[in-house]
């Protein structure tokens, strides 16, 4: 099969601590079409010194004083040329043959643009678990997105081709310290569905100290609220599919709760494994 170029950026600054296993997990899939770009925020930790040791294998590294993370990420895809893209932040975790995974995803299915896998996490020591609700975090559309009830569409796994990059305008929203993602998410909505798939693609790292998303909450919320709000502005109000979904719950059977939900939510069929197909499309209507 003949695999399609994949960019990966990490943006690092002061990170030594995670980032050698940062590093690692991309490389040591041995992907053969792979774009790996590091950009280092002019670190003085020994982060320098880490990516140094993998300088031969990665396509660009740069360490100086930039702007942030979300403009170390714009940096990166500047200079990049990958027909699939994401990120990975310097203490997060790929898992073993993910990049060969969506590389096959994005081959086969043509009709993906934009892909999420199945929310992991891992320790400070890289151990990976899962969440009991994840069921209900797995499948995204723009008018859930549009709801927000909570959950939110895991960065780590998110991956989608360069043509909807350069529709949605090419750009990380440098204005949104916190929600630049989620603000990327939203533009892209806009234009091609959101396809999830039970495969393990990447995960986030919980620490227990200098994490801007647990000590930082707060304000990454107000962001995001802002963000729907101007959002909702252009003519989606989804205060009416609230009322469905809350009217759903006195359905008795769990399976037909699920199919209705899926049905008010738009959500698109899920990337999954068969035993005899391999991958396909699947409209089971489970969270």
């Known amino acids: 099969m003949n695999l399609p170029r994949i960019t990966v950026v990490t943006p690092s600054f002061n990170q030594a601590s995670y980032l050698e296993e940062t590093i690692r997990s991309i490389l040591n899939q041995?992907?053969?079409?792979?774009?790996?770009?590091?950009?280092?925020?002019?670190?003085?930790?020994?982060?320098?010194?880490?990516?140094?040791?993998?300088?031969?294998?990665?396509?660009?590294?740069?360490?100086?004083?930039?702007?942030?993370?979300?403009?170390?990420?714009?940096?990166?895809?500047?200079?990049?040329?990958?027909?699939?893209?994401?990120?990975?932040?310097?203490?997060?975790?790929?898992?073993?043959?993910?990049?060969?995974?969506?590389?096959?995803?994005?081959?086969?299915?043509?009709?993906?643009?934009?892909?999420?896998?199945?929310?992991?996490?891992f320790n400070e020591a890289g151990q990976c678990f899962l969440y009991d609700d994840l069921n209900y975090t797995q499948r995204w559309s723009r008018?859930?997105?549009?709801?927000?009830?909570?959950?939110?569409?895991?960065?780590?796994?998110?991956?989608?081709?360069?043509?909807?990059?350069?529709?949605?305008?090419?750009?990380?929203?440098?204005?949104?310290?916190?929600?630049?993602?989620?603000?990327?998410?939203?533009?892209?909505?806009r234009y091609q569905k959101l396809y999830t798939t039970s495969f393990l693609l990447a995960g986030f790292r919980f620490r227990s100290v200098n994490q801007k998303s647990y000590e930082q909450r707060d304000e990454y919320l107000k962001q995001v609220r802002n963000l729907l709000e101007k959002e909702r502005k252009s003519g989606t109000t989804p205060a009416f599919y609230r009322f469905l979904v809350g009217l759903i719950k006195i359905v008795p059977k769990r399976k037909w709760r699920n199919k209705l939900l899926a049905k008010i939510l738009q959500l698109p069929p899920k990337i999954i494994f068969d035993r005899e197909k391999g991958m396909l499309l699947s409209s089971k209507n489970d969270f």
């Open 30 to 121: 041995r992907y053969p079409n792979l774009e790996y770009i590091i950009i280092d925020g002019g670190s003085t930790d020994g982060s320098v010194e880490i990516i140094r040791k993998y300088e031969n294998q990665l396509a660009f590294w740069v360490s100086e004083k930039d702007g942030g993370l979300y403009d170390a990420i714009q940096k990166g895809f500047a200079c990049s040329t990958g027909e699939i893209m994401t990120w990975i932040n310097a203490d997060d975790l790929h898992h073993p043959k993910s990049l060969f995974t969506v590389g096959e995803i994005f081959q086969h299915f043509k009709e993906v643009k934009w892909l999420m896998g199945a929310n992991s996490f």
């Open 143 to 189: 008018r859930r997105l549009l709801m927000f009830d909570g959950k939110f569409i895991q960065q780590e796994s998110v991956f989608w081709r360069r043509e909807l990059w350069e529709e949605a305008g090419s750009y990380m929203a440098r204005d949104y310290s916190l929600a630049a993602d989620f603000e990327l998410w939203l533009r892209f909505s």
